[in-house]
């Protein structure tokens, strides 16, 4: 079985050597932290992190130093995509007790407080160049969650198991192969 880190590089790809997150702490505020060695609640700056960013770069637990945001993998995402720059964290998720398959492993758009990103177009960008694949998309605006890929026709097709109508049918046979089997046990 996969770890999370290599389900990580098989969905996103490998970690991008020319993209770093050089002032970007989002994910030492936003993200809920929760391993053996280090715990945090989401929406609660680090205890760690400084006006200079992280206080305890060089010793900082396993966790952050194995987790790297969408921007860091995605090479198709632009450089204003990076969280402090776009108002938006992607991010890789692992949900321990999904309520559905689109659930379970997913890829999580986050809008910061703040962000312009709804306005100017960035999450539009950004949503474009992450619905291409077999891979559920939420959209959180901070007050709600919304599946975004796939759409809502074919994603209760798949958790129906519902016959497809013709024009869907070799798209909702894909969702249902990769998750159908988590479809059934939902």
Same mark, same amino acid.
């Given at each position: 079985?996969?770890?999370?880190?290599?389900?990580?590089?098989?969905?996103?790809?490998?970690?991008?050597?020319?993209?770093?997150?050089? %002032?970007?702490?989002?994910?030492?505020?936003?993200?809920?932290?929760?391993?053996?060695?280090?715990?945090?609640?989401?929406?609660?700056?680090?205890?760690?992190?400084?006006? /200079?960013?992280?206080?305890?770069?060089?010793?900082?637990?396993?966790?952050?130093?194995?987790?790297?945001?969408?921007? /860091?993998?995605?090479?198709?995402?632009?450089?204003?995509?990076?969280?402090?720059?776009?108002? #938006? #964290?992607?991010?890789?998720?692992?949900? /321990?007790?999904?309520?559905?398959?689109?659930?379970?492993?997913?890829?999580?758009?986050?809008?910061?407080?703040?962000?312009?990103?709804?306005?100017?177009?960035?999450?539009?960008?950004? #949503? %474009?160049?992450?619905?291409?694949?077999?891979?559920?998309?939420?959209?959180?605006?901070?007050?709600?969650?919304?599946?975004?890929?796939?759409?809502?026709?074919?994603?209760?097709?798949?958790?129906?198991?519902?016959?497809?109508?013709?024009?869907?049918?070799?798209?909702?046979?894909?969702?249902?192969?990769?998750?159908?089997?988590?479809?059934?046990?939902?």
């Amino acid at each position: 079985m996969h770890s999370e880190t290599d389900l990580e590089t098989v969905l996103l790809g490998p970690v991008l050597a020319d993209r770093a997150c050089g %002032d970007c702490v989002a994910c030492c505020t936003v993200l809920t932290v929760d391993t053996p060695d280090f715990k945090k609640p989401a929406g609660t700056p680090c205890t760690h992190l400084t006006s /200079r960013g992280c206080g305890i770069h060089a010793v900082r637990p396993h966790i952050c130093r194995t987790w790297f945001c969408v921007w /860091r993998r995605v090479a198709n995402l632009p450089d204003e995509a990076r969280p402090d720059r776009s108002g #938006l #964290l992607v991010s890789l998720n692992f949900e /321990r007790e999904p309520r559905n398959c689109f659930e379970g492993v997913s890829i999580n758009v986050r809008v910061l407080a703040g962000s312009q990103a709804i306005e100017n177009g960035m999450a539009a960008t950004i #949503l %474009d160049s992450l619905c291409d694949q077999l891979v559920p998309v939420w959209f959180s605006d901070g007050s709600k969650k919304m599946l975004m890929h796939p759409d809502n026709e074919v994603a209760g097709l798949v958790l129906s198991e519902e016959p497809a109508p013709p024009h869907l049918r070799d798209e909702v046979a894909a969702w249902r192969e990769r998750y159908g089997l988590f479809a059934a046990n939902g």
